[in-house]
C-alpha cells in the first residue's frame, strides 16, 4: 500500500491544527508518513489506523513537533502501534497514546532516535507477542521523557517501556501505575537490557 496513508510529508514544515486522521492504512506511516520534514501538530487525532510494518499511528524520520495530540486504538502489524520513530528527534508534548497495539512497541517505538516526550499519557497499550507496551527504546537512542504516566500497559517483556542494545534515556518524574507482562516476562515497568538508564523521581507501582 506505501506510505503515508492519510499524509505523507516528504519536507518542509507544515502546520496543522485540529486535524483527525481515522481509517487509513498503509505499509508505514498510516496516520501519517514523515519522510525528513519538520510538521508542527496541535491538537490532532490518530485514531484505529493501520500499518502493514511500522507506525499505526505515525512513522517519523524526520524532527515533527506534536503538542496536544491523541493516538488511539492504531494497529502496526510489526512496530509502533502509536508511533515510530526511526533516526528522528520529535518533541511530543501533552499528548495520549491509548489501546495502541503493535508485535512490538504498542504505543511509541523508537530506534537510533532521541525523542523528548514530556507530560504525555500511554494507556492500555500492547505489545501483543513481543516487548514494550508503552515504549520501545533500541540501538543507541536517547530519548528524555518527563512527567508522563504509564498506565496498563502489557507486553512480554517490559510492560511499561523496554530498553535495549545501547540505549541512554533519560525518565524523570514519571509514574508507571499497573504495566504488566505475560508468559513469565519482565520488567512490569521497567525492562532494561544491554544499556545505561538514568531514572529520577519516579514512582513504579
Known sequence: IGVGGGMANGGGKPILTN?????????????????????????????????????GGMDNRGSPTLINCTFSGNHASEVGGGMANIGSTPAVTDCTFSVNSATWAGGMYNIDSSPTVTSCTFEGNIATDESGGGIYIELNSSP??????????????????????????????????????????????????????????????
Do not use: H, Q
Open 144 to 205: 528524555a521523557i518527563y512527567d508522563c504516566t504509564f498506565t496498563g500497559n502489557t507486553a512480554k517483556w517490559g510492560g511499561g517501556v523496554i530498553i535495549t542494545d545501547g540505549s541512554t534515556p533519560y525518565i524523570s518524574n514519571c509514574s508507571f501505575i499497573a504495566n504488566s507482562t505475560y508468559e513469565n516476562g519482565s520488567g512490569g515497568a521497567i525492562s532494561v537490557y544491554d544499556s545505561e538508564l538514568d531514572i529520577v523521581n519516579c514512582i513504579l507501582v
Open 19 to 55: 486535524c483527525t486522521f481515522t481509517g487509513n492504512s498503509a505499509d508505514r506511516g498510516a496516520g501519517m508518513y514523515n519522510s525528513s520534514g519538520s510538521p508542527e501538530l496541535t491538537n490532532c487525532t490518530f485514531g484505529n489506523n493501520r500499518a502493514g510494518r511500522w507506525g
